[in-house]
C-alpha cells in the first residue's frame, strides 16, 4: 500500500496517533495526525514526542467542513505521494484487531464466564470487534455501549435516527461521534446508556482515588454508564454475573483536566466550595490561638492520649501560674521509651 519512507495520515483523538508513531518508527514510516482542539495538550505532546506531525483542527465544525479533522486527513492523503488515510472509522481491521485480540483476552481472563461487557464509543471498533467474538462464544453475554451526552449513538441505537440535534460540544475524549463510522455495528450491541461529562468526570476521579486505578476521562465515562445500567437492571442479575467494564486509557493524558481541580472546578464538574467570609476567617484564627496544653500533674498516658487525639506531635507543659514550665513531645516521649 506504501513503500519504505512513506506516510501515515491518521485522524486520532490522540491514542490510535501514538501507536501508529511507535509502529511507524520501527517500519521506517513518517506520521501525520489531524486532530482536534478539544483533545488535551498531553496527548498532542505525546504524539509529537514520538516524531509525528500533528494538526490541530477545530472541534466545532461538520464532519463534511474541509477544516474538520476528517477533510483535512483525507485531503493530506490526497495530496501526499507515497501515503495512507488509515482511516480508523471505517477500515475494517480496527474491529478485526479487538476480535482477535481483545474478545478472546476477556473470554480467556474470565475463565469464560464473562455475562456483561460494557464499553465506551468512538470508532466502534472495540466494542464491535470485541462482542462480535464474545456472542460466538456465547451469544446471552449482554453487551452495553456507553455513549457521551452530545454524540449521536445513543439515539441512533434506540430510534434508529441519525440526530443533527442530538450533536453539540462535550469534554469527554476518544468517545462519541457526529458521524456514523462503520466500525460501530449497532446490531450485535443489546443496549446503550448515555453520561453527562460530570459524571464521567466525578467518575475516573473517584476510581482514582477510591481503586488506585489511575484511567483516563473515557474510563469514568464507561464505569459510571455501567453503574446506571446495572442499578436499572437489578432484577435480572445474580451473584455469578461477572461484569467486564473497559478502560481504555490512562490518566496521565489529562492531568491539566481531569485531575486538576481549577480545570474541573471552572467547568463546573466539581462543586464549588462555599465562599468563606472574613468573619468567619477572623474566627478561625481566634479558635486556633487557644493553646492546647497540659499541667504538670498530668499522667503521661492521658496527654498521649490528648495528642492522638488532636493530631499533635508535642504539648506546652503550664503550671496553675500560667507559666509554660516544660514540653512534652512525641520524640522526647520515643527517647524515654527505648
Ligand atoms: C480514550 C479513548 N477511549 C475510548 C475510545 C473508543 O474506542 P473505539 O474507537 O474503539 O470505539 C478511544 C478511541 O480512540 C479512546 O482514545
Known amino acids: 500500500l506504501i513503500e519504505p519512507g512513506g506516510t501515515i495520515i491518521e485522524g486520532t ?24 482542539d478539544k483533545q488535551s495538550q498531553e496527548k498532542i505532546d505525546v504524539l509529537r514526542g514520538l516524531g509525528a506531525e500533528v494538526l490541530v483542527c477545530p ?15 483525507r485531503r493530506l492523503s490526497e495530496e501526499i505521494p507515497n501515503s495512507i488515510y488509515l482511516n480508523q472509522y471505517d477500515n475494517p481491521s480496527n474491529a478485526q484487531v479487538h476480535y482477535e ?20 464509543a468512538g470508532t466502534g471498533g472495540t466494542i464491535s470487534g470485541t462482542a462480535r467474538y464474545l456472542k460466538e462464544q456465547n451469544e446471552d453475554i449482554d453487551v452495553i455501549g456507553v455513549d457521551p ?70 474510563c469514568g465515562m464507561a464505569l459510571a454508564g455501567a453503574a446506571q445500567w446495572l442499578d436499572d437492571h437489578r432484577s435480572e442479575l445474580s451473584p455469578e454475573d461477572i461484569v467486564v467494564v473497559l478502560f481504555p486509557d ?26 468563606v ?38 504539648m506546652p507543659v503550664i503550671d496553675d501560674d500560667h507559666e509554660v514550665v516544660g514540653s512534652v513531645t512525641e520524640t522526647g516521649i520515643l527517647n524515654h521509651l527505648i
Not at 485480540?101 to 465506551?120: C, S
Not at 480545570?263 to 464538574?269: L, T
Open 101 to 120: 485480540t481483545t474478545g478472546p483476552e476477556l473470554w480467556e481472563q474470565t475463565e469464560e464466564q464473562i455475562t456483561h461487557f460494557v464499553a465506551g
Open 149 to 218: 451526552n452530545g454524540s449521536v449513538f445513543y439515539k441512533y441505537f434506540h430510534e434508529g435516527v441519525f440526530d443533527e440535534d442530538e450533536i453539540h460540544p462535550y469534554f469527554t475524549e476518544g468517545v462519541g461521534e457526529d458521524i456514523i463510522p462503520e466500525n460501530m455495528d449497532f446490531d450485535i450491541i443489546d443496549d446503550f446508556v448515555q453520561v453527562e461529562d460530570k459524571s464521567a468526570m466525578q467518575m475516573t476521579r473517584r476510581i482514582a482515588r477510591e481503586e488506585g486505578l489511575f484511567i483516563g476521562q473515557s
Open 277 to 314: 467570609t472574613a468573619d468567619e476567617v477572623v474566627n478561625l484564627r481566634r479558635k486556633q490561638t487557644d493553646v492546647i496544653s497540659a499541667s504538670p500533674d498530668d499522667e503521661l498516658g492521658d496527654v498521649i492520649e490528648e495528642m492522638t487525639d488532636k493530631g499533635i506531635s508535642q
Open 13 to 36: 483523538s490522540g491514542n490510535t496517533g501514538a501507536g501508529l508513531a511507535i509502529a511507524a518508527i520501527a517500519k521506517g514510516y513518517r506520521c501525520i495526525f489531524t486532530t482536534t
Open 59 to 73: 472541534t466545532n465544525v461538520e464532519p463534511e467542513d474541509p477544516r474538520s479533522y476528517y477533510s483535512v486527513a
Open 250 to 275: 490512562s490518566g496521565f493524558r489529562y492531568l491539566s483536566k481531569t485531575y486538576n481541580d481549577e480545570w474541573m472546578r471552572n467547568h463546573g464538574f466539581l462543586e464549588k466550595k462555599p465562599d
